[in-house]
């Protein structure tokens, strides 16, 4: 790891810490008709405290620099809460760092000199549109066919005025914080949408707001995940283990049991 140097006011060099150079194998590719390529680049110069998105950000800027084409890839509040960043990196979604987003994985977890795989999310369900960026509207279409609550209730309520167990409420939140990455089904074998349709049915169907269309919501829910091409769950695990949220799979249990439910003609 080599020391970067600064001139200060004074003219007289100051430390300015220790930077690494890396070599990226970078998937690109024109759009969803391009056969798609990895290429090789170098990042020289990169901080330690740089996020991975950081040090994309200046690859980038030499690329644009030099005339090139930069990489194009998702990203948006940088703050490990939107969901956009997705990227497979050294073949694990969202890099090596449990419970951690791209925008919020530091460089110092690699070492000076590492070679670095980036590429997209692989599933039929979402396209490539460009280089490392994937159509994930997918999941929008999931959300639309039941992932809500539609009963009017005209004004919002006072919080406390409906009683939830602390049990159940605990566990709606937990599930309620999937930010809709689609790790999950990068990671998954199968591609499989399960844990974040599971997070999205389980969050639903424990608050009672959502009880009256709880056992309409998971069949509609999960008969649109089958139909947008999502591969079928068989409880790897790899789902769980990439989650930034580290969303459960006692999800999918859930989800499974208000499935059984809905064919068995539960209200």
């Not at 070492?111 to 960026?133: C, K, Y």
């Not at 609550?149 to 167990?165: C, H, K, L, Q, R």
Request: proline residues 5%; charged residues 20%.
């Amino acid at each position: 790891m080599a020391l970067d140097t600064a001139v200060g006011a004074d003219g007289e060099q100051a430390h300015a810490g220790p930077t690494m150079n890396l070599t990226l194998k970078v998937w690109r590719q024109r759009d969803v008709a391009d056969s798609g390529r990895m290429v090789t680049y170098q990042a020289r110069g990169i901080s330690p405290d740089m996020s991975f998105l950081e040090m994309l950000d200046v690859v980038n800027e030499e690329l644009t620099t030099a005339g090139d084409d930069p990489i194009a890839f998702d990203h948006d509040c940088r703050e490990g809460i939107c969901g956009m960043c997705g990227l497979v990196i050294n073949g694990i979604a969202h890099g090596p760092e449990r419970a951690t987003t791209v925008c919020q994985l530091h460089m110092r977890h690699f070492g000076d000199g590492d070679t670095i795989v980036i590429e997209p999310w692989r599933a039929r369900a979402f396209p490539v549109i460009r280089d490392l960026i994937v159509d994930r509207g997918a999941f929008d279409r999931i959300i639309e066919s039941g992932g809500f609550v539609s009963a009017s209730t005209g004004s919002a309520p006072e919080a406390n005025a409906t009683p939830v167990p602390k049990e159940k409420a605990d566990a709606a939140m937990d599930a309620a914080a999937c930010i809709g990455c689609g790790a999950c089904v990068a990671a998954c074998p199968n591609a499989s949408a399960m844990l974040f349709t599971a997070a999205k049915i389980t969050h639903l169907g424990l608050l009672p707001q959502g009880r009256p269309e709880r056992y309409e919501r998971v069949k509609t829910m999960v008969e649109t995940m089958d139909g947008l091409g999502f591969g079928a769950c068989t409880n790897i695990g790899e789902c769980a283990a990439v989650c930034p949220k580290e969303i459960s799979m006692d999800t999918i249990a859930f989800m499974n049991r208000d499935l059984l439910g809905s064919r068995l003609g539960r209200h």
